[in-house]
T-cell receptor, first 119, second 117 residues
Framework: GAVVSQHPSWVICKSGTSVKIECRSLDFQATTMFWYRQFPKQSLMLMATSNEGSKATYEQGVEKDKFLINHASLTLSTLTVTSAHPEDSSFYIC?????WGSGLSDTQYFGPGTRLTVL | DQQVKQNSPSLSVQEGRISILNCDYTNSMFDYFLWYKKYPAEGPTFLISISSIKDKNEDGRFTVFLNKSAKHLSLHIVPSQPGDSAVYFC????????????????FGTGTRLKVLA
């Protein structure tokens, strides 16, 4: 159990276009989903916290108008990189935590990541 | 300000021996700690966690030790296997297990473990 998927696994786009990345919890309901970004040989940097049905909470320095997050259901969150530029090229990873009260911990379960390359 | 630090960027260990990965934190409010394993171009995989009410948690070949006074935790893998070769991240949070609310994790910079056959 606790499988999280991401789609697409990799994407190449032209500068100025928008890219949508989906994060799904396949076998559990996720109260909260997180979006991270990882640069080569660096740590995972939290971008935003997404709760189902409410606005995402963005970390300091992350542009909310550039990285649009929608968490429409307990199993799906999307990250849209708007007007992408080469500096947005990175590895984007989502994670999800189970619905509280299920007797399980709030451990975050990660998706496989999406490699975005902006030309 | 790096609140969670993994000072060793890499570690090489012979197969069958013990691997010890270290992690230090600065924020005394952290009370829940986790270790994740990550392969290139994949998402992290949860390994083991520990809450601040314990000083040790064991799961098979993996044991995590927590020294709250030193703000230090370590992951022991014994015996180490070639398949353990990966990047290991420690993470810290202010959440207490089974309490309401979900709080963000702060990740360390990772340690690349290489287990030599």
């Amino acid at each position: 159990g606790a499988v999280v998927s991401q789609h697409p696994s990799w994407v190449i786009c032209k500068s100025g276009t928008s890219v949508k990345i989906e994060c799904r919890s396949l076998d559990f309901q996720a109260t909260t989903m997180f979006w991270y970004r990882q640069f080569p040989k660096q740590s995972l940097m939290l971008m935003a916290t997404s709760n189902e049905g409410s606005k995402a909470t963005y970390e300091q320095g992350v542009e909310k108008d550039k990285f649009l997050i929608n968490h429409a259901s307990l199993t799906l969150s999307t990250l849209t990189v708007t007007s992408a530029h080469p500096e947005d090229s990175s590895f984007y990873i989502c994670s999800a935590t189970r619905v509280w009260g299920s007797g399980l911990s709030d451990t975050q379960y990660f998706g496989p990541g999406t490699r975005l390359t902006v030309l | 300000d790096q609140q969670v630090k993994q000072n060793s960027p890499s570690l090489s260990v012979q197969e069958g021996r013990i691997s010890i990965l270290n992690c230090d934190y600065t924020n005394s409010m952290f009370d829940y700690f986790l270790w994740y394993k990550k392969y290139p171009a994949e998402g992290p995989t949860f390994l083991i966690s520990i809450s601040s009410i314990k000083d040790k948690n064991e799961d098979g070949r993996f044991t995590v030790f927590l020294n709250k006074s030193a703000k230090h935790l370590s992951l022991h893998i014994v015996p180490s296997q070639p398949g353990d070769s990966a990047v290991y991240f420690c993470a810290a949070s202010t959440i207490k297990p089974a309490s309401k609310g979900t709080y963000k994790y702060i990740f360390g910079t990772g340690t690349r473990l290489k287990v030599l056959a």
